[in-house]
């Protein structure tokens, strides 16, 4: 089977290093299964390989690679972390659990061992429920962060005993490391900062100065080391930024020098391609070792790719091959770039997508007039909107279910006029079909208003109202496509009544 993007992105554009990975799938059910390969710093969902279903007889795949990764196996509702690696081979078979054979074997096996999904101790309750977030300072120390770090080194210790090879013993140890970093900050950051405990930001310099900041080397197949290694950059913008209030004008220079640009062209970057993306690339710019720097500039733009924010991934790897012309990405960034082209493009001519930008929708009333006769099935959202992004997949199989019925799905998007050319392509690349009218902040709330009056919630993105052909609002807050059967029992007995 051939993978062309993916296998240019787990390559690297370097074919002449690469090795193919042999991977073997075996299941009783009859799930479609994904392999997300984890090549940034978070669990994305893509890019992916399709597998397919794998009941009746195993599957055999052939994926090249040039380093070993950490990956996601997945099904509708099910999740698996897995190692996969170049010049290897694995065979999984799929029931409750995994069950492995082939020369990754021991690896995999070890990492089901080690519990990279279960939650620490002290993050299994949160707000006023987890008693750690109302500890001193001293407490913190020695009933959080010392027993974390010992829980770590007994993770280790089974880690070095175990026949593995030591490339995939350090990846595993590393990963080990920075995924209780991560947890720890996540502690300090939303539980202690929420319950106002001034034992705050002293606990988190130590959970930063526990563990070094990681190598380019770490970095190229470890997701939870990219992953505080973003929050590293966090904590020292939020630590620049305190005191905003008293010296406004002071804070402005302070970020300014961390970043290297004057804060009004920050803003600007911020504005247009989004903060986590630019800041991220600005300070590890200026602060990190450029090879460091680089895989997270490279994260960052398959950030940007899972966000269908394409025009940030455009200005990154503009900004990427200025940096690093030699670079071993560069090949993989370029084709997620023409990938994203070839999308827009065959979306182009979607006769099912519908820009309405004439001016006489002003309000609620005039959009119901246009569509008085059928149901509709009304979508608040921005682009800029994370919940509204992951409703997109979800959206699609709604409308399959109700293809071909007087439902018309209408979508009111929340962006600004500088955005106009941005959401249009959003919509477009995801091809999301229906109707699509896109308002600044001061028009919408004359939409919510109705919204209201109905004793819905509203300001809430996304939301979702379904509406009746003689305009009457049934439901103010309607299912999400993604609560498929509560949706199912709203619409099917309006829209498939027989």
């Not at 993916?6 to 299941?27: D, K, M, P, R, V």
Request: hydrophobic fraction near 35%; charged fraction near 25%; aromatic fraction near 12%.
């Amino acid at each position: 089977m051939k993978f062309v993007l993916l296998s240019i992105l787990l390559g690297a554009g370097l074919g002449s290093y690469c090795q193919n990975f042999s991977l073997t799938l075996e299941s009783n059910d009859s799930s479609a299964y994904q392999l997300i390969p984890l090549i940034a710093d978070r669990n994305y969902s893509s890019p992916a390989i399709e597998l397919g279903t794998v009941i009746s007889k195993p599957k055999h795949y052939s994926i090249p690679l040039e380093r070993a990764h950490f990956a996601l196996l997945k099904s509708e509702g099910r999740e698996f972390r897995i190692m996969i690696a170049p010049n290897e081979k694995l065979d999984i078979k799929i029931g409750p659990t995994l069950q492995f054979s082939g020369s990754l074997k021991s690896a995999n096996e070890l990492l089901q061992k080690l519990g990279f999904d279960s939650i620490p101790f002290y993050q299994k309750l949160h707000g006023r429920e987890n008693i750690y977030r109302n500890l001193g300072y001293k407490e913190l120390l020695d009933q959080v962060l010392e027993v974390q770090i010992k829980e770590v080194e007994v993770k280790k210790a089974l880690i070095q005993k175990t026949k593995v090879k030591p490339v995939y013993k350090a990846m595993l140890s590393k990963e080990v490391e920075y995924l209780a970093q991560c947890y720890l900050y996540d502690l300090g950051r939303i539980d202690l900062r929420n319950s106002s405990n001034p034992a705050t930001d002293s606990f988190l310099v130590n959970v930063m100065k526990w563990l070094p900041i990681p190598s380019a080397a770490t970095l190229s197949n470890s997701v939870y080391g990219g992953m505080v290694t973003d929050f590293r950059i966090q904590y020292s913008i939020n630590s620049i930024a305190m005191g905003r209030k008293k010296d406004p004008e002071a804070m402005k220079k302070r970020i300014s020098d961390t970043l290297g640009l004057s804060f009004d062209s920050i803003t600007s970057l911020i504005n247009k391609y989004g903060e986590r993306y630019i800041v991220d690339w600005l300070y590890s710019k200026k602060h990190f070792k450029p090879n460091v720097a680089e895989k997270i500039l490279f994260n960052k733009i398959i950030d940007a790719y899972n966000d269908h924010w394409n025009h940030s991934v455009a200005y990154l790897t503009d900004a990427f091959q200025k940096s690093y012309p030699q670079s071993s990405y560069l090949e993989s960034l370029n084709s997620l770039n023409q990938s994203i082209e070839m999308t827009l493009k065959s979306n182009e001519t979607n006769l099912n997508i519908h820009f309405i930008t004439d001016s006489s929708t002003k309000s609620f009333a005039s959009l119901l007039e246009k569509y008085r006769g059928s149901y509709v099935y009304l979508d608040f959202w921005g682009t800029w909107c994370g919940p509204c992004r992951m409703e997109i997949p979800y959206a699609k199989k709604i409308k399959e279910r109700y293809k071909g019925t007087d439902l018309k799905f209408v979508y009111l998007d929340l962006d600004e006029e500088d955005k106009d050319q941005f959401w249009k392509n959003f919509v477009r690349y995801n091809g999301m079909e229906g109707d699509h009218y896109r308002f600044n902040r001061r028009a919408m709330e004359d939409f919510w208003k109705p919204i209201e009056a109905a004793g819905g919630k509203t300001n809430l993105y996304p939301t979702y109202v379904i509406i009746d052909p003689m305009g009457n609002i049934l439901f103010p807050n309607a299912a999400r496509p993604s609560e498929k059967e509560k949706l199912y029992e709203q619409l099917d007995p309006l829209i498939l009544k027989k």
